[in-house]
């Protein structure tokens, strides 16, 4: 394969399951042509390697990380500090990140090393299957989804706009958040339903005509269930390190629960259909197709202070926006202290929500001319 993107030249894949066999589909497609994956699990990294998910394989994280411009840490999320320590130790120059679904108990974990951590930007990508494995592995998951990138305050900006490059070639659409403010947003959006489906098979399976139910459901409940399906030690380990927030959100669907048992049992049905339009306005809003956003990228410009925690700020007020920055730059001024980040956002809309959520939040901008 020739190679058509100047960066990363060599990519480390370390965990070659579902999610890091399918960033090398993805990359390889994208046009990387060197791939080395690392694995403790031999079967998965020999199944990588016949997808051509990988082009060659490593005995070791360090061996892996070795040379490489780009390394994605792709194992279960409790182990995936100690991955990208090792990584980081061998390799000081090469870009990390991460593809797991919970970010404070990472960023904890990291912040307790002294390595310089301005090139780790942990990520996540909001796309996966109830299936395992690298045979699962698809060169098109990323297509559309929204592709959380976490960067500390004094992130080296090379860095993360190459990221962000990289997010964008295998199809995925960047968006910052802050780690706490993802960690909450993942809650609901990703574990939530999970643990939905989990207490609803749960429920079924009290049923006392079991053989009679499974001939009599319909889509709608496979669909609200497929996920039930997916590995128990994978969401035992992200409940582990993203309790608080996950506990919040159930106590939310609780009492949402609790409100529809009261109206039900009251015969309450003005009020139960209340509960069903708001529901279904909701769900209506929710594009049919993910990531589906106009043509042609607008700029959109902040003068932002040059001091701690400024980026982070703004990619927070962004992100709570719902908008996804496809790229950015960052000029300096010559008397230093401030300067200008340039973001790109995809159509008119988003860049009119972008300028309304940064004003709000104190952050003056308006809309460039540039081109990314």
Not at 56 to 79: K, N, Q, Y
Not at 181 to 204: E, I, N
Not at 293 to 299: A, C, I, K, Q
């Amino acid at each position: 394969m020739t190679s058509t993107l100047e960066w990363p030249r060599r990519l480390a894949i370390v965990g070659t399951g579902l999610l890091g066999a399918s960033v090398g589909l993805a990359a390889r497609a994208a046009g990387v042509a060197e791939v080395v994956g690392a694995d403790n699990d031999r079967r998965e990294l020999r199944d990588a390697l016949e997808r051509e998910a990988i082009t060659s394989r490593a005995r070791s994280v360090e061996e892996a990380a070795e040379g490489a411009d780009l390394i994605v840490a792709a194992t279960p999320v409790r182990s995936l500090a100690g991955v990208l320590a090792r990584a980081l130790a061998v390799n000081p120059e090469a870009v990390l990140t991460d593809v797991g679904s919970t970010k404070l108990h990472l960023l904890a974990e990291l912040q307790r090393s002294s390595a310089n951590l301005r090139r780790v930007i942990p990520g996540h990508p909001m796309a996966g299957s109830e299936e395992r494995g690298a045979m699962a592995a698809r060169v098109d998951l990323f297509h559309g989804a929204a592709w959380v990138l976490t960067p500390a305050p004094h992130v080296d900006h090379q860095a993360l706009r190459r990221l962000t490059s990289f997010v964008r070639d295998l199809g995925g659409r960047p968006l910052m958040l802050d780690p706490e403010l993802h960690d909450q947003v993942a809650a609901f959006a990703s574990h939530l339903p999970q643990l939905a489906a989990t207490a609803l098979m749960g429920a079924v399976a009290q049923v006392d005509s079991p053989a009679a139910l499974r001939r009599l459901v319909a889509s709608g409940f496979r669909d609200t269930t497929r996920v039930a399906a997916s590995d128990p030690d994978l969401w035992v380990d992200i409940c582990a390190t993203n309790g608080p927030s996950i506990v919040a959100a159930l106590d939310v669907l609780t009492s949402r629960l609790e409100v529809l048992r009261k109206l039900i049992a009251e015969g309450d049905r003005v009020g139960l259909r209340e509960e069903l339009a708001t529901a279904r306005a909701a769900r209506l809003r929710i594009p049919t197709k993910p990531g589906s956003s106009p043509r042609g990228l607008r700029e959109v410009v902040v003068h932002i202070a040059d001091r701690p925690g400024s980026l982070a700020a703004v990619f927070h007020a962004l992100g709570a926006a719902g908008v996804n920055v496809e790229d950015l730059a960052i000029d300096h001024e010559l008397q230093g202290g401030s300067g200008a980040l340039r973001i790109w956002v995809a159509g008119r809309d988003a860049s009119t929500t972008a300028i309304a959520a940064l004003e709000l939040a104190g952050w003056p901008a308006h809309e460039g001319t540039g081109a990314p």
